[in-house]
Protein backbone atom coordinates (compact mmCIF):
# COMPACT_ATOMS: atom_id res chain seq x y z
CA UNK A 1 0.00 0.00 0.00
CA UNK A 2 3.11 2.24 0.72
CA UNK A 3 3.29 2.28 -2.67
CA UNK A 4 -0.05 3.63 -3.51
CA UNK A 5 -0.57 6.00 -0.92
CA UNK A 6 1.60 8.47 -3.08
CA UNK A 7 -1.14 8.57 -5.78
CA UNK A 8 -4.11 9.31 -2.68
CA UNK A 9 -1.83 11.99 -1.31
CA UNK A 10 -1.35 13.31 -5.28
CA UNK A 11 -5.22 13.30 -5.75
CA UNK A 12 -5.95 15.34 -2.34
CA UNK A 13 -3.26 17.71 -3.73
CA UNK A 14 -4.97 17.83 -6.96
CA UNK A 15 -8.23 18.53 -6.03
CA UNK A 16 -7.42 20.99 -3.70
CA UNK A 17 -5.56 22.96 -6.75
CA UNK A 18 -8.42 22.38 -8.44
CA UNK A 19 -11.20 23.73 -6.19
CA UNK A 20 -8.81 26.80 -5.27
CA UNK A 21 -8.94 28.05 -8.83
CA UNK A 22 -12.74 27.32 -9.42
CA UNK A 23 -14.74 27.13 -6.00
CA UNK A 24 -17.48 24.80 -7.06
CA UNK A 25 -15.88 22.93 -9.70
CA UNK A 26 -16.40 19.50 -9.02
CA UNK A 27 -20.03 19.87 -7.48
CA UNK A 28 -20.90 21.42 -10.98
CA UNK A 29 -19.27 18.57 -12.59
CA UNK A 30 -20.85 16.13 -11.10
CA UNK A 31 -23.88 17.71 -12.19
CA UNK A 32 -23.45 17.45 -16.21
CA UNK A 33 -20.85 16.65 -19.03
CA UNK A 34 -21.25 18.41 -22.11
CA UNK A 35 -17.36 17.86 -23.93
CA UNK A 36 -17.21 19.10 -27.61
CA UNK A 37 -14.50 16.82 -28.15
CA UNK A 38 -13.87 13.51 -28.58
CA UNK A 39 -10.13 11.81 -28.59
CA UNK A 40 -9.32 8.82 -29.94
CA UNK A 41 -6.07 7.69 -28.88
CA UNK A 42 -3.34 5.31 -27.57
CA UNK A 43 -2.83 3.79 -24.52
CA UNK A 44 0.48 4.83 -24.14
CA UNK A 45 1.41 6.25 -20.47
CA UNK A 46 2.86 9.56 -22.42
CA UNK A 47 0.10 10.78 -23.86
CA UNK A 48 -2.15 11.95 -21.53
CA UNK A 49 -4.83 13.45 -23.64
CA UNK A 50 -6.52 15.92 -21.08
CA UNK A 51 -3.28 17.64 -20.39
CA UNK A 52 -1.87 17.49 -24.15
CA UNK A 53 -4.65 20.10 -24.78
CA UNK A 54 -5.10 21.82 -21.52
CA UNK A 55 -9.13 21.11 -20.59
CA UNK A 56 -10.17 20.38 -17.86
CA UNK A 57 -12.51 16.97 -16.70
CA UNK A 58 -15.50 17.43 -18.17
CA UNK A 59 -14.29 18.96 -21.26
CA UNK A 60 -12.86 16.13 -23.28
CA UNK A 61 -14.45 12.71 -23.95
CA UNK A 62 -11.75 10.08 -23.95
CA UNK A 63 -11.05 6.65 -25.51
CA UNK A 64 -7.58 5.21 -25.43
CA UNK A 65 -6.34 1.91 -27.26
CA UNK A 66 -2.67 0.32 -28.24
CA UNK A 67 -1.95 2.43 -31.47
CA UNK A 68 -4.73 4.13 -31.97
CA UNK A 69 -6.81 1.94 -33.51
CA UNK A 70 -10.81 2.22 -34.85
CA UNK A 71 -12.10 -1.28 -35.99
CA UNK A 72 -15.05 -2.10 -36.76
CA UNK A 73 -16.40 -4.87 -34.62
CA UNK A 74 -14.28 -3.15 -31.68
CA UNK A 75 -17.60 -2.54 -29.69
CA UNK A 76 -15.45 -1.01 -26.89
CA UNK A 77 -14.45 2.02 -29.13
CA UNK A 78 -17.43 1.67 -30.93
CA UNK A 79 -19.90 2.40 -27.57
CA UNK A 80 -17.74 5.00 -26.92
CA UNK A 81 -17.99 6.53 -30.07
CA UNK A 82 -21.60 5.91 -30.33
CA UNK A 83 -22.37 7.63 -26.87
CA UNK A 84 -20.34 10.43 -27.89
CA UNK A 85 -21.78 11.10 -31.26
CA UNK A 86 -25.51 10.36 -30.03
CA UNK A 87 -25.89 10.95 -26.36
CA UNK A 88 -23.22 14.51 -25.67
CA UNK A 89 -23.20 15.45 -29.29
CA UNK A 90 -19.44 16.31 -29.35
CA UNK A 91 -18.65 17.94 -32.49
CA UNK A 92 -15.25 17.04 -33.23
CA UNK A 93 -13.59 13.75 -33.32
CA UNK A 94 -9.59 13.42 -32.82
CA UNK A 95 -7.86 10.41 -33.68
CA UNK A 96 -4.35 11.21 -31.91
CA UNK A 97 -1.44 8.73 -32.57
CA UNK A 98 2.11 9.56 -31.64
CA UNK A 99 5.81 9.34 -32.74
CA UNK A 100 7.38 6.31 -32.06
CA UNK A 101 4.63 4.39 -31.09
CA UNK A 102 5.64 1.20 -29.31
CA UNK A 103 2.94 -1.10 -31.27
CA UNK A 104 3.36 1.06 -34.21
CA UNK A 105 6.91 -0.28 -34.00
CA UNK A 106 6.03 -3.98 -33.32
CA UNK A 107 3.66 -3.75 -36.49
CA UNK A 108 6.30 -2.29 -38.76
CA UNK A 109 8.98 -4.79 -38.08
CA UNK A 110 6.58 -7.92 -37.02
CA UNK A 111 7.81 -8.52 -33.43
CA UNK A 112 6.10 -10.51 -31.21
CA UNK A 113 5.09 -8.98 -27.92
CA UNK A 114 2.18 -11.78 -27.13
CA UNK A 115 -2.19 -11.47 -27.05
CA UNK A 116 -1.37 -7.82 -29.07
CA UNK A 117 -0.45 -9.23 -31.82
CA UNK A 118 -3.43 -9.97 -32.58
CA UNK A 119 -4.69 -6.15 -31.97
CA UNK A 120 -1.45 -4.64 -33.95
CA UNK A 121 -2.33 -6.83 -37.02
CA UNK A 122 -4.97 -3.68 -38.15
CA UNK A 123 -1.70 -1.69 -38.22
CA UNK A 124 0.13 -4.51 -40.05
CA UNK A 125 -2.43 -4.19 -42.83
CA UNK A 126 -1.85 -0.37 -43.24
CA UNK A 127 2.02 -1.22 -43.30
CA UNK A 128 1.46 -4.04 -46.25
CA UNK A 129 -1.08 -1.25 -48.27
CA UNK A 130 2.23 0.93 -48.06
CA UNK A 131 4.84 -0.97 -47.57
CA UNK A 132 6.48 -0.44 -51.25
CA UNK A 133 6.31 3.37 -50.59
CA UNK A 134 7.55 2.97 -47.10
CA UNK A 135 10.32 1.48 -47.88
CA UNK A 136 11.55 4.02 -49.85
CA UNK A 137 11.73 5.95 -46.99
CA UNK A 138 15.03 6.20 -44.73
CA UNK A 139 14.70 3.79 -42.30
CA UNK A 140 14.85 5.56 -39.35
CA UNK A 141 11.65 7.28 -40.14
CA UNK A 142 9.46 4.16 -41.02
CA UNK A 143 8.01 4.13 -38.15
CA UNK A 144 6.67 7.86 -37.67
CA UNK A 145 5.61 7.01 -41.74
CA UNK A 146 3.65 4.56 -40.42
CA UNK A 147 2.19 6.15 -37.34
CA UNK A 148 0.70 9.05 -39.51
CA UNK A 149 -0.57 6.92 -41.99
CA UNK A 150 -1.70 4.95 -39.44
CA UNK A 151 -3.97 7.82 -38.11
CA UNK A 152 -5.09 8.03 -41.36
CA UNK A 153 -6.56 5.12 -42.48
CA UNK A 154 -8.09 4.99 -38.23
CA UNK A 155 -9.97 8.23 -39.29
CA UNK A 156 -11.42 6.51 -42.79
CA UNK A 157 -12.61 3.77 -40.59
CA UNK A 158 -14.26 6.47 -38.32
CA UNK A 159 -15.99 8.57 -41.07
CA UNK A 160 -16.75 4.45 -42.54
CA UNK A 161 -19.00 3.08 -38.87
CA UNK A 162 -22.70 3.37 -39.28
CA UNK A 163 -22.87 6.27 -35.61
CA UNK A 164 -20.83 8.65 -38.24
CA UNK A 165 -22.95 8.10 -41.11
CA UNK A 166 -26.10 8.07 -39.43
CA UNK A 167 -24.86 11.26 -37.89
CA UNK A 168 -23.75 13.00 -40.98
CA UNK A 169 -27.29 11.95 -42.56
CA UNK A 170 -29.56 13.70 -40.24
CA UNK A 171 -27.31 16.72 -40.59
CA UNK A 172 -25.49 16.89 -37.42
CA UNK A 173 -22.32 18.85 -36.97
CA UNK A 174 -19.31 16.98 -36.15
CA UNK A 175 -15.74 16.34 -37.97
CA UNK A 176 -13.14 13.27 -37.54
CA UNK A 177 -9.64 14.62 -37.40
CA UNK A 178 -6.55 13.16 -37.65
CA UNK A 179 -3.61 14.08 -35.63
CA UNK A 180 -0.17 13.16 -34.32
CA UNK A 181 1.63 14.17 -30.98
CA UNK A 182 5.55 14.36 -30.79
CA UNK A 183 6.85 13.03 -27.56
CA UNK A 184 10.48 14.81 -28.19
CA UNK A 185 8.59 18.38 -28.48
CA UNK A 186 4.57 17.82 -26.77
CA UNK A 187 3.27 19.30 -29.88
CA UNK A 188 0.26 18.33 -31.95
CA UNK A 189 0.14 18.35 -35.73
CA UNK A 190 -2.10 18.45 -37.87
CA UNK A 191 -2.36 15.70 -40.45
CA UNK A 192 -4.12 17.49 -42.88
CA UNK A 193 -7.43 15.33 -43.17
CA UNK A 194 -10.23 15.86 -41.47
CA UNK A 195 -14.09 14.34 -42.78
CA UNK A 196 -17.37 15.80 -42.33
CA UNK A 197 -19.07 13.91 -44.58
CA UNK A 198 -19.70 10.47 -46.03
CA UNK A 199 -18.65 11.54 -49.32
CA UNK A 200 -15.53 10.50 -51.05
CA UNK A 201 -13.75 8.74 -48.23
CA UNK A 202 -11.44 6.73 -50.16
CA UNK A 203 -10.16 9.69 -52.25
CA UNK A 204 -10.04 11.80 -49.26
CA UNK A 205 -7.66 9.19 -47.17
CA UNK A 206 -5.59 8.71 -50.23
CA UNK A 207 -4.91 12.44 -51.21
CA UNK A 208 -3.93 13.07 -47.47
CA UNK A 209 -1.70 9.96 -47.75
CA UNK A 210 -0.20 10.59 -50.72
CA UNK A 211 0.76 14.29 -49.14
CA UNK A 212 2.36 12.33 -45.82
CA UNK A 213 4.18 10.05 -48.47
CA UNK A 214 5.69 13.18 -50.06
CA UNK A 215 6.28 15.06 -47.19
CA UNK A 216 8.26 12.06 -45.67
CA UNK A 217 10.26 11.62 -49.08
CA UNK A 218 11.01 15.27 -49.81
Known sequence: MSDLKIL???NVQWSEEIVQQSPG?????SKQQAPEYLWIGCADSRVPANEIV?????ELFVHRNVANVVNHTDL?????????????AVKHIM???????????????????????NWLRHVQDVHIK????????????????LCELNVLEQVANCARTTILRDAWER???????????GLKDGRLRDLGLSMSSSDDIGG???????LVLARWNS
Do not use: S
Not at 130 to 145: G, H, L, M, W
Open 171 to 181: QQDLTVHAWVY
Open 204 to 210: QLAAAAA
Open 76 to 88: NALTVMQFAVDVL
Open 25 to 29: FFETL
Open 95 to 117: VVGHYGCGGVNCALHNTRVGLAD
Open 130 to 145: YRDRIDAIPEKNRVDV
Open 54 to 58: GLLPG
Open 8 to 10: FDK
